[in-house]
């Protein structure tokens, strides 16, 4: 923000509130619109302005950080920590973790035959919808073709009635002149 | 109908979280119930030393019995296994030696709730992290109404509470984020339960002249109450308010209210007044234009219903749910979840004295409807009727 905007406030109507009742959402739709609609150069990047020194910064930590007994205990574990795969396996119960790890594996593997189960169903309904597809896709390519037949067969119809109402109006003139030709 | 209310911590020393909850609730209930506090002789929340002296005391009219903390906390030790379990794969027994670590362990207690269980109609554990709620709840499931005062941090994932939450009899919860997060953490769709709260103590005077003229604080500020400590985002508060005083020039101050755990950055706009009574402290909102609520984890802000029942808008963290989620229904504050929202919510209120008068009212309305004293004690009341027809 630059020096002319300093000390800023919102002008009436930047944001439109219904003071009568007031809709938060709405109003935070609003202000999260107009950040958006800020040009990427104009987006403010939010720098600190001081390093928090905590003074005891939690009360754990505070614990954790002081006093001799703390320091060996730091150095201790620091030196025991190459060997700690090897306490860890004497100290804890290595049989109940197998079984553990085994019962844990025992369930991935049954969620995956479930899983690939799912997937030979699904591949399955793919694949006959897939066969679905087809025939409909040749069901509408016959109904072209008989569609295009009927046409031309129903062009053929006019004709012919065309011709028949031809053929029917000459013989009509000609019933007329023979009669006119008996009566003479 | 004779109630025990259970928590770590009991006493009028202790001025805010679950346990001022449950002495409010517990004095407020006893016009009704026949009640008792069954606590810690704790009075330290990291170590839990036993400090108040054992057996019964009267508290605001209250028998308070208090059982001795067998164990104190080594918070290296509690520090690591909690590490252990939250960043690694492991067993129900890491969880449950977490449990114990975490105390206060008062097995006394638990005895005392076994051995007498058949002298109370309900016992009303507040706050599930801990022992006593955990090893309570498991003592008396049946009579057992847990009150989790959960926030979203990552102990609430530890599989031995997905099972706590489906054993009480009755869960009051604190908001319906609260609520929403338990039930899909744990399906415990089916316990009964309700949102309740609690309520806040407003005292009959307070006077904003009175809080300017003793702390010499002149012109507009905002106001932060609470611990000041990183775990309430008081550190991004600090930065924030910093930046947001050097972009925008406004020339206003932030005063904190609370003991602090953390190093305050010397600024002539920043006030830190330490802790103060409760006169003072609505005296100090009174005087504000309006109350920052910067944390990240809470169950119910009991600050910001104060807020509110002060008419007092509210600017809150909205990487809270909590806080989100009450700032929305109440209509009643604005969230932020970086700088830019941060100031352009901030700049908004502060530009507008008609907004903050409309939306503190209906703070005021959210907190009249929601939290009375009156509401919160028929909510329990109801809820006891409810698991009595039950049975």
Same mark, same amino acid.
């Given at each position: 923000m630059n020096k002319e905007e300093k000390g800023r406030k919102y002008k009436e109507g930047e944001i439109k509130i219904d003071y009568e009742n007031i809709d938060v959402a709405n109003i935070m739709d609003q202000i999260k619109k107009k950040i958006a609609q800020r040009p990427k150069g104009a987006r403010k990047e939010f720098r600190r302005e001081y390093s928090p020194a905590k003074t005891s910064p939690s009360v754990l930590e505070q614990y954790e950080t002081s006093g001799i007994k703390a320091k060996m205990k730091r150095i201790l574990l620091k030196l025991t920590k190459p060997f700690s795969p090897l306490i860890k396996l004497l100290i804890f119960p290595v049989y109940a973790q197998f079984r553990e790890t085994v019962l844990i594996l025992d369930q991935t593997n049954r969620r995956l035959d479930f899983l690939s189960a799912s997937i030979d169903e699904v591949d399955q309904r793919l694949k006959r919808a897939m066969e679905y597809t087809k025939l409909l896709h040749s069901l509408s390519h016959n109904i072209v073709v008989e569609l295009t037949k009927l046409k031309i067969e129903e062009e053929n119809l006019r004709l012919k009635t065309r011709i028949m109402e031809k053929d029917f109006e000459f013989l009509g003139k000609r019933e007329r002149a023979v009669e006119k030709q008996i009566l003479k | 109908m004779k109630v025990a209310f259970v928590c770590q911590r009991y006493g009028m020393e202790i001025s805010g979280g679950a346990e001022l909850h449950c002495r409010w609730v517990a004095e407020h209930m006893r016009k009704h119930w026949e009640v008792e506090a069954l606590t810690t002789r704790a009075f330290d929340y990291i170590t839990w030393k036993n400090h108040y002296p054992k057996g019964l005391e009267v508290i605001n009219g209250i028998p308070v019995r208090?059982?001795?903390?067998?164990?104190?906390?080594?918070?290296?030790?509690?520090?690591? #296994?909690?590490?252990?379990?939250?960043?690694?794969?492991?067993?129900?027994?890491?969880?449950?030696?977490?449990?114990?670590?975490?105390?206060?362990?008062?097995?006394?207690? *638990?005895?005392?709730?076994?051995?007498?269980?058949?002298?109370?109609?309900?016992?009303?554990?507040?706050?599930?992290?801990?022992?006593?709620?955990?090893?309570? #709840?498991?003592?008396?499931?049946?009579?057992?109404?847990?009150?989790?005062?959960?926030?979203?941090?990552?102990? #609430?994932?530890?599989?031995?509470?997905?099972?706590?939450?489906?054993?009480?009899?009755? *869960?009051?919860?604190?908001?319906?984020?609260?609520?929403?997060?338990? @039930?899909?953490?744990?399906?415990?769709?089916?316990?009964?339960?309700?949102?309740?709260?609690v309520g806040a103590e407003i005292p009959s005077h307070f006077s904003s002249q009175k809080f300017r003229k003793k702390y010499?604080?002149?012109?507009?500020?905002?106001?932060?109450?609470?611990?000041?400590?990183?775990?309430?985002?008081?550190?991004?508060?600090?930065?924030?308010?910093?930046?947001?005083?050097?972009?925008?020039?406004?020339?206003?101050?932030?005063?904190?209210?609370?003991?602090?755990?953390?190093?305050?950055?010397?600024?002539?706009? *920043?006030?830190?007044?330490?802790?103060?009574?409760?006169?003072?402290?609505?005296?100090?909102?009174?005087?504000?234009?309006?109350?920052?609520?910067?944390?990240?984890?809470?169950?119910?802000?009991?600050?910001?219903?104060?807020?509110?029942?002060?008419?007092?808008?509210v600017l809150a963290n909205g990487r809270c749910d909590v806080l989100k989620g009450q700032c929305l229904r109440s209509n009643a504050g604005f969230f932020y979840e970086n700088y830019e929202e941060f100031e352009e919510a901030l700049t908004l209120l502060l530009s507008s004295p008609r907004l903050r008068r409309a939306m503190g009212? @209906?703070?005021?309305?959210?907190?009249?409807?929601?939290?009375?004293?009156?509401?919160?004690?028929?909510?329990?009341?109801s809820l006891v009727e409810r698991l009595e027809k039950e049975e």
């Open positions: - | 208090r059982f001795s903390v067998s164990k104190t906390r080594d918070p290296v030790k509690f520090g690591r #296994i909690q590490k252990f379990i939250v960043e690694n794969e492991h067993r129900i027994e890491d969880e449950l030696r977490w449990l114990e670590e975490e105390g206060p362990s008062s097995p006394p207690l *638990i005895q005392y709730i076994k051995d007498h269980q058949d002298d109370y109609d309900y016992f009303v554990f507040f706050s599930y992290r801990y022992y006593h709620s955990y090893w309570g #709840i498991h003592a008396v499931p049946q009579k057992g109404i847990l009150v989790p005062t959960a926030e979203k941090d990552p102990v #609430i994932q530890l599989n031995i509470f997905k099972d706590l939450f489906r054993m009480p009899r009755a *869960i009051v919860y604190n908001s319906k984020e609260e609520r929403e997060m338990i @039930n899909a953490l744990s399906c415990n769709d089916h316990i009964p339960g309700d949102v309740v709260g010499r604080i002149d012109g507009d500020y905002v106001i932060y109450i609470g611990r000041i400590d990183e775990n309430k985002g008081c550190d991004e508060l600090f930065d924030f308010f910093l930046f947001f005083k050097r972009e925008t020039g406004l020339p206003i101050k932030l005063v904190l209210i609370g003991s602090t755990i953390l190093d305050i950055p010397p600024h002539p706009d *920043i006030h830190h007044l330490g802790f103060l009574s409760d006169e003072m402290k609505f005296s100090a909102l009174d005087g504000s234009l309006l109350l920052v609520m910067p944390s990240f984890f809470e169950s119910l802000s009991m600050v910001t219903l104060e807020a509110w029942a002060a008419e007092k808008p009212k @209906n703070g005021r309305q959210y907190f009249m409807h929601h939290y009375t004293w009156e509401t919160i004690e028929q909510k329990y009341l």
